[in-house]
């Protein structure tokens, strides 16, 4: 493990070494002992609990959105639907924000398929009550809902593939972190024979 060593000297406490106020200055120059500083360790993210975090959220999303079909004519079902249809569109990036990473790019495409799919069911509806047909044909709509459900599995995929990649980047700037740090840190200064607790810099550059 790598271990910074201390440098530039701080000044002792006062009173601990009433030798060193009868040191010449300028004449005996003043020595930090040079003890080997144990940084904390970096904190870090599990790639395994990154990918368990989305696949896991989103197989209980969309389990969710199976039980509520499963119960068209029920309430609990129905809300249980929706509940699983609005998880579906964040569980899948849990495991990203669990590894230190904002608004995905995986989430950007499931909103944008959201979006268009409720345009796509709203032009649906509305050429079925213009043609009075029990399924429509409605090209411009299906299409948009065609491109909406590519748009959200997309989004899907992306977030859950790529959780254990953004843990091990969250990892390597931890570490980036920890070994570019300046830390303050006790130290025996010696001066004039005498030495003194005091005070240095440690850090790795």
Known sequence: ?????????????????????????????????????????????????ALALSL??????????????????????????????????IAPSLGQWYAGEGFTTGLGLRLGGASMGAVGAIGLMRCAERSGDVVP?????????VGASGLVLTGVIHDIATAPRTARRFNTRAA????????????????????APGLGLAGTF
Not at 59 to 86: D, E, I, K
């Open 56 to 89: 896991g959220g989103t197989a209980a999303a969309y389990a969710m959105v199976a039980w509520g079909t499963a119960a068209p004519g029920s309430a609990a079902g129905q809300t249980l639907g929706w509940v699983g249809a609005g998880s579906a569109l």
């Open 176 to 195: 980036a972190r920890r070994y570019t740090s300046v830390q303050a840190v006790p130290a025996l200064v010696s001066a004039g024979g005498a030495r």
């Open 137 to 145: 044909s409605c090209p411009g709509s299906m299409l948009l809902l």
């Open 1 to 49: 493990m790598r271990t910074p060593l201390a440098t530039a000297i701080a000044v002792t406490l006062a009173g601990l070494a009433p030798d060193l106020a009868r040191a010449q200055p300028g004449t005996t120059p003043v020595v930090l002992a040079s003890p080997e500083v144990d940084l904390p360790p970096a904190r870090t993210r599990s790639p395994g609990t």
